[in-house]
């Protein structure tokens, strides 16, 4: 009885078994196929949302949190074509930078979504996701032999709203976005453009610009050309409080790889506007400018060059009868001014470049520069050197010149208050009277 009672439960358990595998598998195949159909439904839909409307992406490429990201354009085309363009300075030779273009093959595959998967080497794109050591950092302590750069080729694609996607890289899990521009617009037209709005934001020779917080409270942002920004709170020690976070120059501003908190006011998003400043797409408050451009125009490290055929009005009159006195005098020419602090004479200078033949001679004049507001500014001729003596009794119209710059009042305008590396002296007084001066 007992022998029998113990086959019957192995009986009624295996068929109990049975029936569960069975209620298992049948749940599973019914959940299953609507799964299965959700995802090849969103394939197809992601793949035509790519190839809609021309085609033709901004991707913001982020390969990692150590690094700048880098802007490519790519056009998509139903055949699984995609013709990837980029500039940065891994394209080029030693770290220079260099635009490139190629076409490759592209997918959306199925995994636990849709994804993005450029399936096909395309050597201007996956130069961040090539696990070979990166040739131009040639210590051995920064061998990235078997990562690289630890890029992604293949994106999960996350949401689709007004002409943006979201995407996240498969592997590192980088969230990035793809958006959708103008499918006439040239590859190395809009490259370019991106170039040079990084070169209207940071210039190496502005050391410092700022985050400025809708509570007056100012971060203090360095390397900005680096595009891996150096910030801490002004007023604080910047050796023990400064960090570090990686951006990104896109075609209208530029953004953090991902957000960050100062002071409670999350940011991440700017806009350039159209006198040169970031504007926060987040708040709608929050600033990125240089220094006042009284300030900026007085720093010590700064040599400002005044070019022949930039000056306007009485200053032009001026510098034509130099011309002409100089060539009279001693057959020499006017070749450009330029205003800088001399460490020698612990004092600004005006200094003129004059050329005869072989020889160079540099009229001084020294000045004192007075900041009136943050976009005004004096200067104070208190005297000349030997040579400046001389030139300015031999050619009155040097003297001239020296004294109008020296009773003027002078409003400072520049093309980008991020960069000011370009100014416009124009006299507060006769705005046909200007001087345009560079870095």
């Given at each position: 009885?007992?022998?029998?009672?113990?086959?019957?439960?192995?009986?009624?358990?295996a068929?109990?078994s049975?029936?569960?595998?069975?209620?298992?598998?049948?749940?599973?195949?019914?959940?299953?196929?609507?799964?299965?159909?959700?995802l090849?439904?969103?394939k197809?839909?992601?793949?035509?949302?790519?190839?809609d409307?021309?085609?033709?992406?901004?991707?913001?490429?982020?390969?990692?949190?150590?690094?700048?990201?880098?802007?490519?354009?790519m056009?998509?085309?139903?055949?699984g074509s995609?013709?990837?363009?980029g500039?940065?300075k891994?394209?080029?030779?030693?770290g220079?930078?260099?635009?490139?273009?190629?076409?490759?093959l592209?997918?959306?595959?199925?995994d636990?979504?849709?994804?993005?998967?450029?399936?096909?080497?395309?050597?201007?794109?996956?130069v961040?996701?090539?696990p070979?050591?990166?040739?131009?950092t040639?210590?051995?302590?920064?061998?990235?032999?078997?990562?690289?750069?630890?890029?992604d080729?293949?994106?999960?694609?996350?949401?689709y709203?007004?002409d943006?996607?979201?995407?996240?890289?498969?592997?590192?899990?980088?969230?990035?976005?793809?958006?959708?521009?103008?499918?006439?617009?040239?590859?190395k037209v809009?490259?370019?453009?991106?170039v040079?709005?990084?070169?209207?934001f940071?210039n190496?020779?502005?050391?410092?610009v700022?985050i400025?917080?809708?509570n007056?409270?100012?971060?203090?942002v360095?390397n900005?050309?680096?595009?891996?920004?150096?910030?801490?709170?002004?007023?604080?020690d910047?050796?023990?409080?400064?960090?570090?976070?990686?951006i990104?120059?896109t075609?209208?501003?530029?953004s953090?790889?991902?957000?960050?908190?100062?002071?409670?006011?999350?940011?991440?998003?700017?806009?350039?506007q159209?006198?040169?400043?970031?504007?926060?797409?987040d708040?709608q408050?929050?600033?990125?400018?240089?220094?006042?451009?009284?300030?900026?125009?007085?720093?010590?490290s700064?040599l400002?060059r005044?070019?022949?055929?930039?000056?306007?009005?009485?200053?032009?009159e001026?510098?034509?009868?130099?011309?002409?006195?100089?060539?009279?005098?001693?057959?020499?020419?006017?070749?450009?001014?330029?205003i800088?602090?001399?460490?020698?004479?612990?004092?600004?200078?005006?200094t003129?470049n004059?050329?005869k033949?072989?020889?160079?001679?540099?009229p001084?004049f020294?000045?004192?520069?007075?900041?009136?507001?943050?976009?005004?500014?004096?200067?104070?001729?208190?005297?000349?050197?030997?040579?400046?003596?001389?030139?300015?009794?031999?050619c009155?119209?040097?003297?001239?010149?020296?004294?109008?710059i020296?009773?003027?009042?002078?409003m400072?305008?520049?093309?980008?208050?991020?960069?000011?590396?370009?100014?416009?002296?124009?006299?507060?007084?006769?705005?046909?009277?200007?001087?345009?001066v560079?870095?």
């Amino acid at each position: 009885m007992k022998k029998f009672l113990n086959i019957s439960l192995v009986v009624l358990i295996a068929m109990s078994s049975v029936s569960l595998v069975s209620c298992k598998n049948e749940t599973e195949e019914i959940f299953d196929e609507d799964a299965v159909a959700r995802l090849e439904k969103a394939k197809a839909e992601y793949a035509d949302i790519l190839v809609d409307k021309g085609g033709k992406w901004q991707m913001e490429y982020f390969s990692n949190d150590e690094e700048p990201g880098y802007i490519y354009v790519m056009t998509f085309k139903k055949d699984g074509s995609v013709t990837i363009s980029g500039e940065n300075k891994w394209l080029g030779t030693l770290g220079s930078m260099a635009y490139g273009s190629a076409t490759s093959l592209w997918e959306v595959i199925a995994d636990n979504g849709p994804v993005l998967s450029f399936n096909s080497f395309n050597k201007y794109f996956h130069v961040f996701a090539d696990p070979e050591d990166i040739p131009s950092t040639d210590d051995e302590a920064d061998n990235e032999q078997g990562y690289g750069h630890r890029g992604d080729y293949e994106f999960n694609l996350m949401k689709y709203s007004n002409d943006t996607l979201y995407i996240s890289g498969k592997k590192h899990g980088i969230d990035m976005i793809m958006t959708r521009i103008d499918p006439n617009y040239d590859d190395k037209v809009y490259m370019d453009e991106v170039v040079a709005m990084a070169d209207s934001f940071f210039n190496a020779k502005i050391p410092q610009v700022y985050i400025n917080l809708p509570n007056d409270v100012r971060y203090v942002v360095k390397n900005g050309a680096s595009s891996i920004l150096s910030m801490y709170k002004e007023g604080e020690d910047e050796i023990s409080t400064s960090f570090t976070h990686n951006i990104i120059i896109t075609h209208d501003g530029l953004s953090f790889m991902t957000p960050i908190t100062l002071d409670g006011y999350v940011i991440q998003n700017f806009i350039r506007q159209a006198d040169g400043s970031l504007l926060c797409r987040d708040d709608q408050q929050t600033t990125i400018t240089a220094d006042d451009l009284s300030v900026v125009f007085g720093y010590q490290s700064l040599l400002w060059r005044l070019n022949n055929g930039q000056f306007g009005g009485l200053y032009a009159e001026y510098l034509s009868q130099l011309a002409e006195e100089l060539k009279a005098y001693n057959k020499s020419t006017f070749v450009f001014a330029q205003i800088n602090y001399d460490l020698n004479k612990e004092s600004y200078v005006l200094t003129f470049n004059v050329k005869k033949g072989a020889n160079t001679f540099k009229p001084t004049f020294t000045l004192n520069e007075i900041p009136v507001d943050e976009n005004h500014i004096e200067f104070d001729i208190t005297g000349a050197d030997n040579t400046g003596t001389v030139y300015a009794q031999r050619c009155p119209a040097m003297q001239a010149l020296v004294d109008a710059i020296g009773s003027t009042t002078f409003m400072l305008t520049t093309p980008s208050l991020l960069a000011p590396v370009n100014m416009t002296l124009t006299d507060s007084g006769n705005a046909a009277n200007f001087i345009n001066v560079t870095l």
